[in-house]
C-alpha cells in the first residue's frame, strides 16, 4: 500500500490499525491513509519524552488564561469585598442551594463510594454481599456484564499478537497498540478477553480479507478485568478475525505488569522499564486472553530514545531511526516473531545496560545484561548458563528452540528472578557474584537461581500446564532439576545432599500443618493463584520428583521426559499426561499416575512407624500431623481424600548388620512386615531421606541407633544423619517423641563434621532456642549449644581455605556461635569487625556475615551507624543482603525501632527486601513483638506497597509470627486480622495462627522436661 511521505508531525508511526474509523455510534468511515496520519500525530502530540530525569512525575499543566485575575484573589495581601445587602443575597443563595442539596441526598441515597456512605468496608469479607455481587457482575456504565465467569469462554483461540509500545520513563505515560488474529471454534457475536488499567481509544474488528466489522458495545467489568465485545453480525466457525485495538496506559511504580524501575550509576539515577507478568499481570501491559492455555505468537515493535537498548524475547531484526521529537531521538525496534507461548512468558525491557555474551556448543547466543557499574559481577551468571544450556539440551534431548537466550538483572524485583522465554529477569542478589565480596552461600545461590530459570525454558516455557492448579508441574520440576543441573556443573558441592536440607526438610515441615493444601490444588479465581506460589508447589512438588527418579531411575525418566516435551512441545499439559508418559516407559510394570495421584491429589505425607516384633519388622503409615488438642477441630473439619490419608510408599532401608545393603519394599497404601535376622539392631528407613515421609522407630530401635551414632556416626552417611536428626525433632515437635531422645541424639554432634547434618541440627536448635527465650530453660539450653559448638568450632576455624562445603560449614557455625554467646568466637568476631571499622581491613567474604552480624550484635548505635552507612554505599548487591541480615541482630530495641521505621521509606530499603528485615528482626528475641507490632502498625502500609494478590504479604505474616508462642500473641494476631481480606495471604495466616498454636503447645508439654535433661548433663 503506498504511503505518503512523512511530515515533521507523522515520523513517528504505529503500525495502521486499518484505513477506516468507528464513529461513536458504531457507523465505520473508510479515510485512506489520512487514518494513520491522524493516529500518528495524536501519540506525537500526547508525547514528551525527556529520558533520565531525576524526577519520575508527571508533566506540570500549562498556566491558564485566567490566571494573573486569580492570582491577584490569593496573594498574601489580596482582599475581596463586597456590600452588606450584596453578602446577604450570597447567604440566602448559598442556604438555599445547601437546602436543596441535602434534600436531594436524602431521598437518594448515598452516591459516594465512601465506607461511611453505605458500602462494606475493602477489607471486610461478607459472604452474602460478595456472592451477590459476583452473581451479578456489572459493568463501568452500570449494564450487566453478560460473561459471568472468571474464565474466559474458550470458543475463541488467539493465534498471533502483533504489539507496538511507546513508553515514557519520565512521564511514565504508554501508548500502545495490539492486533490480535483468532479464530472462532463456533458461530457467536462476542468475545471475552483480559484488560487492566488500560483506557482503550480505538477498537476495530476485521475478518479475514481485512474488511470492518461492525462492533455494537464494549463493556468493561472491572473486578473481573475482562473487556465484552460484541458484534452485529456473528462470527462464523472456523474462521479467522483481527482485533485491533488502541490504547493508553501508566507504567506501574509497583513490581507487577509493565513497571519502572531505577539504579544509581555515579551518584546519578538511572530508570529503566521492565515487565514481570506471572501470573495474571500481561493484561494490564496490553489487552489479551491472559490464561496459559491461549498460547499464540507474539511479534513486538518497541520505541524507545538512542541512549536505550529495548530488549524482547527474540532478538531485534530492524532498528529504523524515525526522526527527532520534542529534541529527542527516536529509534523504533522491530523484533522476531516468537514461537508459540503464553501471555504470562512475554517480556521486555528498555535501559541503558550493557551485557557479556558467549555462545552454546550449539551457537545458541547467551548474554548477560547489568547496568554499567556491575557488568563485571556477570561473568559467573553467563559461565553457568551456557553450561547448564548444553546440559539440559543433552539431559531432555530437545534442543532449545530460540535463536537467544538472555538473562538481566533487574534493580527492582520481588521474587528471586522470572523465566520469561529468552529473556529471563533476575533480582540483582540472583545473577551477580563478585569473587571477592560474594560469600560462598551467595556464590551457590547464584547458581541455583540460573538454573531453575533455565530448566522452565523446557518445563513451562515449552510445555504448560493448561492451568494454575498444575503450578507445581512447572515450579516443582524446575527447582528438582536445578539441583541435577548445577550437581553436574559443580559435583563437589553435593547439591543432591544439599537438596533434602533445602527443599525435602522445609516442605515437610509445612506439609504436617493442617492447613496445608495439595501440590494439584483448585483455583477458580485466579485472585487465588499467588498463594500456591509456595513451599507446597515448588519443594514439595521437587521432593516427590527426587523421589519419583530414584524408583523409576535414571533413564526411564529421561526417556520418559523427551517424550513428554516432545508430544506436548509449544502446547499444554496437566499432570496425568505426565504420569502416562512415565508408566509407559515402565512397560507398565509401575502405574505411575496411581502411585502419584496420592502424592499429588491429598496433602501432607505419611508417617512410617517401625516396631519390632521378634524377627520381623511391621511398618505401618498414618499421616503425619504437627496437631495439637487445640487444633483438632480444625483438623476434624478438614475434607476427607479419597485415598483416606493413605499412600504408595518405597520404603527404603539398610540394617545394622548390612549397612552396605539397600532393601526396596513397596507399601501399597498398607502395612508391611519386613523380616530381619535376630542380631539385626536397627534398620534405617528412608535412605538418603529421599522419600517423602518421616520415620518413627520404636523405643528400643531409637536407643541402639543413639548408641551407634556415638559411638561411630559414619556408620551412617551425611544424609542419613540429618535425616535421624530431622524426624527426631520433628516427631519431639508433634508429640510423639520426649524430648530427651533428640537431645540425647544430638550429643553425638560433638564428633561431627559434614555440613548437611550440621545444618539441619542448626535450624532445628535456633527454633528450640527462639521459642523457649521466655521459658526457664533458656538459658541452659544457650550454654548446651555452646559446649555441642566448641569443637566444631576449632575445627572450621577462621581461614578462607577449604573445599566448597567446608566453607557453607564455617559460615553456619560461627554465625551460630555468636548467636549463642560462644566467647571465643565473639571475641574473634568483635576483633575482626574492629579492625574493619576502624582501619578498613578486608573481612574473607564467607566470615562477612558472622563479623558483621558480632560487631552489630555487641555493638552500640556507633557500630550500627558504620554498617548502615556501608550499606548505603556498597554496589555488590550480596553485600547489601548481608548488611540486611546483620543489622538485625541488633540488642538495643531502639536500634531495631529505627531499623524497623527505615523500611517505610523506598529509597532506603528496597520493597523487595522489607521481608528480610522484617524475618531477621523476628528472629531476634529483642525485635520479636517489635517486628509483629511494626506489621500490624503499618499494615495498610505494606498492602499499598505491595497490593493484596501478591504473594509478599503471605510471606509477610509468616516471617513475623512464626516465633511467636505465648496464647497472648495468638490472641493479638488472631483478633488483629479477624474478619480483614487478606487477599492470597488467607492460607498463610491460616498456617501462622496453626504455628503460633503448635508453638504455644511445644513449650507448655516440653519446657520442664527439657529444663531437667539439660540440668542434669550439664552437671
Request: hydrophobic share 40%; aromatic share 12%.
Amino acid at each position: 500500500m503506498p504511503q505518503n511521505s512523512p511530515t515533521p508531525a507523522d515520523v513517528i508511526r504505529l503500525e495502521p490499525v486499518g484505513r477506516y474509523k468507528q464513529t461513536q455510534n458504531g457507523n465505520i468511515h473508510t479515510s485512506g491513509t489520512h487514518y494513520t496520519t491522524q493516529i500518528t500525530h495524536s501519540i506525537c502530540q500526547s508525547s514528551s519524552l525527556v529520558y533520565n530525569a531525576c524526577d519520575l512525575g508527571g508533566v506540570t499543566g500549562t498556566e491558564s488564561p485566567a490566571g494573573p485575575t486569580k492570582k491577584s484573589l490569593y496573594e498574601n495581601n489580596g482582599v475581596a469585598a463586597c456590600s452588606q445587602k450584596r453578602a446577604l443575597c450570597i447567604a440566602t443563595v448559598v442556604f438555599a442551594i445547601f437546602f436543596t442539596a441535602s434534600v436531594i441526598i436524602a431521598y437518594t441515597g448515598p452516591q459516594s463510594e465512601c465506607t461511611c456512605a453505605g458500602n462494606k468496608p475493602p477489607n471486610y469479607v461478607d459472604d452474602e454481599w460478595n456472592e451477590t455481587k459476583m452473581l451479578v457482575p456489572r459493568a463501568t456504565n452500570g449494564q450487566i456484564f453478560p460473561w459471568n465467569n472468571i474464565r474466559l469462554p474458550t470458543f475463541i483461540t488467539p493465534t498471533r499478537y502483533n504489539i507496538t509500545m511507546h513508553p515514557n520513563l519520565t512521564t511514565l505515560e504508554v501508548k500502545g497498540q495490539v492486533s490480535i488474529e483468532f479464530q472462532v471454534e463456533k458461530d457467536t457475536n462476542f468475545l471475552v478477553l483480559h484488560s487492566k488499567n488500560l483506557t482503550i481509544t480505538d477498537k476495530i474488528v476485521q475478518d479475514k480479507k481485512g474488511h470492518p466489522i461492525r462492533i455494537s458495545r464494549l463493556l468493561e467489568y472491572l473486578e473481573g478485568q475482562q473487556i465484552y465485545i460484541e458484534i452485529k453480525e456473528k462470527f462464523r466457525k472456523k474462521h479467522n478475525y483481527t482485533l485491533n485495538i488502541r490504547y493508553t496506559t501508566k507504567l506501574n511504580r509497583d513490581f507487577e505488569g509493565f513497571y519502572i524501575s531505577s539504579y544509581i550509576n555515579n551518584g546519578e539515577r538511572r530508570y529503566l522499564a521492565t515487565t514481570h507478568f506471572e501470573p495474571t499481570h500481561a493484561r494490564s501491559a496490553f489487552p489479551c486472553f491472559d490464561e496459559p492455555h491461549f498460547k499464540a505468537r507474539f511479534k513486538m515493535s518497541i520505541f524507545r530514545d538512542r541512549f536505550h537498548i529495548a530488549l524482547f524475547n527474540m532478538p531485534v531484526i530492524n532498528t529504523e531511526d524515525v526522526g527527532f521529537y520534542m529534541g529527542t531521538g527516536l529509534l523504533r525496534d522491530d523484533f522476531q516473531e516468537s514461537v508459540e507461548m503464553s501471555t504470562y512468558l512475554v517480556a521486555f525491557v528498555i535501559c541503558d545496560y550493557v551485557h557479556q555474551n558467549k555462545q552454546t556448543e550449539r551457537g545458541i547466543s547467551v548474554s548477560v545484561y547489568a547496568p554499567p557499574p556491575y557488568i563485571s559481577q556477570a561473568s559467573f551468571a553467563l559461565e553457568t548458563a551456557v553450561n547448564v544450556m548444553d546440559y539440559f539440551e543433552d539431559f531432555f534431548r530437545v534442543a532449545y528452540p530460540l535463536p537467544k537466550q538472555d538473562l538481566i538483572a533487574i534493580p527492582d524485583f520481588v521474587s528471586g528472578a522470572m523465566e520469561n522465554w529468552g529473556l529471563i529477569t533476575y533480582r540483582e542478589t540472583s545473577i551477580l557474584y563478585d569473587p571477592n565480596e560474594t560469600s560462598t552461600s551467595a556464590h551457590q545461590w547464584v547458581a541455583i537461581v540460573v538454573a531453575h530459570e533455565l530448566a522452565h525454558q523446557w518445563f513451562g516455557n515449552l510445555v504448560t500446564m493448561r492451568w494454575w492448579n498444575d503450578l507445581w508441574l512447572n515450579e516443582g520440576f524446575a527447582s528438582f532439576l536445578e539441583y541435577v543441573g548445577v550437581d553436574n556443573l559443580k559435583p563437589e558441592w553435593n547439591m543432591m545432599d544439599q537438596f533434602i536440607l533445602d527443599k525435602t526438610q522445609p516442605a515437610l515441615a509445612l506439609d504436617a500443618l493442617a492447613s496445608s493444601h495439595p501440590i494439584s490444588v483448585a483455583i477458580q479465581d485466579p485472585s487465588e493463584i499467588e498463594a500456591i506460589f509456595d513451599t507446597i508447589s515448588y519443594s514439595k512438588g521437587a521432593a516427590i520428583l527426587h523421589m519419583l527418579a530414584k524408583f523409576l531411575q535414571l533413564d526411564t525418566l529421561q526417556n520418559g521426559l523427551n517424550e513428554y516435551l516432545t508430544t506436548f512441545k509449544y502446547s499444554n499439559a496437566d499432570t496425568k499426561d505426565l504420569w502416562n508418559v512415565f508408566s509407559k516407559h515402565t512397560n507398565q510394570s509401575l502405574e505411575v499416575k496411581v502411585i502419584m495421584d496420592t502424592w499429588t491429589n491429598q496433602m501432607g505425607f505419611p508417617l512410617v512407624t517401625l516396631v519390632r516384633e521378634e524377627d520381623e519388622i511391621l511398618a505401618t503409615q498414618d499421616r503425619f500431623l504437627l496437631t495439637t488438642e487445640s487444633v483438632n477441630s480444625s483438623v476434624r473439619s478438614m475434607p476427607k481424600s479419597k485415598f483416606d490419608y493413605k499412600w504408595f510408599v518405597p520404603l527404603t532401608y539398610f540394617t545394622s548388620k548390612y549397612p552396605e545393603e539397600v532393601h526396596t519394599v513397596w507399601m501399597n497404601m498398607s502395612d508391611v512386615r519386613i523380616e530381619v535376622d535376630s542380631d539385626v539392631k536397627w534398620i534405617k528407613a528412608n535412605i538418603n531421606q529421599s522419600g517423602f515421609y518421616r520415620v518413627m522407630y520404636d523405643e528400643t530401635m531409637w536407643t541402639n541407633i543413639i548408641a551407634d551414632l556415638r559411638s561411630n556416626h559414619t556408620i551412617f552417611n551425611p544424609a542419613d544423619r540429618a535425616s535421624l536428626i530431622d524426624d527426631a525433632f520433628t516427631l519431639s515437635r508433634a508429640g510423639l517423641l520426649n524430648a530427651s531422645i533428640p537431645l540425647d541424639l544430638s550429643l553425638y554432634l560433638i564428633k561431627e563434621k559434614d555440613y548437611v547434618p550440621w545444618a539441619t541440627a542448626i535450624k532445628h536448635f535456633q527454633a528450640w532456642s527462639r521459642r523457649l527465650s521466655e521459658s526457664l530453660a533458656y538459658k541452659l539450653f544457650l550454654k548446651y549449644m555452646r559446649k555441642l559448638l566448641t569443637p566444631v568450632t576449632k575445627l572450621v576455624g577462621w581461614g578462607s581455605q577449604g573445599s566448597h562445603l567446608e566453607r557453607l560449614l564455617r559460615t553456619d557455625v560461627l554465625s551460630t556461635a555468636i548467636l549463642c554467646e560462644l566467647n571465643e568466637t565473639v571475641f574473634q568476631a568483635k576483633s575482626q569487625f574492629e579492625k574493619w571499622m576502624h582501619r578498613n581491613q578486608s573481612i574473607p567474604a564467607d566470615l562477612k556475615e558472622v563479623v558483621y552480624s558480632a560487631g552489630v550484635k555487641y555493638g552500640g548505635l556507633g557500630e550500627w551507624q558504620h554498617c548502615w552507612n556501608v550499606y548505603n554505599s556498597t554496589i555488590v548487591p550480596s553485600e547489601r543482603k548481608l548488611f540486611l541480615k546483620a543489622l538485625g541482630v541488633a540488642s538495643d530495641p531502639w536500634l531495631l525501632q529505627r531499623y524497623l521505621l527505615e523500611t517505610l521509606h523506598p529509597n532506603r530499603i528496597k520493597p523487595q527486601d522489607v521481608k528480610i528485615v522484617l524475618t531477621v528482626v523476628a528472629a531476634n528475641p529483642e525485635g520479636r513483638l517489635l517486628a509483629w507490632r511494626h506489621l500490624k502498625a503499618y499494615w495498610p502500609n505494606m498492602q499499598s506497597l505491595f497490593g493484596n494478590a501478591t504473594f509478599m504479604m503471605g510471606s509477610l505474616i509468616s516471617a513475623v509470627t512464626a516465633h511467636l508462642s505465648t496464647p497472648y500473641d495468638y490472641y493479638e494476631v488472631s483478633t488483629y486480622f479477624n474478619g480483614m481480606n487478606v487477599g492470597s495471604a488467607t492460607r498463610a495466616l491460616e498456617q501462622s495462627l496453626e504455628t503460633i498454636k503448635l508453638n504455644i503447645n511445644w513449650v507448655s508439654q516440653n519446657e520442664e522436661d527439657i529444663y531437667t535433661w539439660l540440668l542434669n548433663y550439664l552437671k
